[in-house]
């Protein structure tokens, strides 16, 4: 493999890791803003004591979020394990 090409595929992979780092970056932070938005329902509504059934929804909403996005980082991962391979 000559430099030319060899430098070309390095630049490839590059931008190819940056897409997808960038990409879970942005699908963590997004989580944490809807994670911390869930929270400060459930302890506002903790306070009220009035609304019990939004009270025990909020946590599985939260858990389903949390399996969503895991699943969706997950999946990102798998593209970059395959994308070292070849």
């Known amino acids: 493999m ?4 060899h430098a070309a595929f390095r630049d490839y992979a590059w931008k190819y890791f940056a897409l997808h780092a960038d990409q879970r970056l942005r699908t963590f932070n997004f989580f944490l803003i809807l ?7 459930f302890v506002t509504l ?3 004591e009035e609304n019990w059934l939004g009270l025990s929804i909020l946590p599985f909403l939260l858990a389903f979020f949390y399996l969503c996005f ?3 980082i ?13």
């Not at 000559?2 to 090409?5: C, I, R």
């Open 2 to 5: 000559d430099e030319k090409s």
């Open 35 to 41: 994670a911390t938005i869930l929270v400060s329902a």
């Open 46 to 48: 903790l306070k009220e």
């Open 70 to 72: 895991g699943n969706w």
């Open 74 to 86: 997950l999946g990102t991962s798998n593209l970059l394990r395959l994308g070292r391979m070849r």
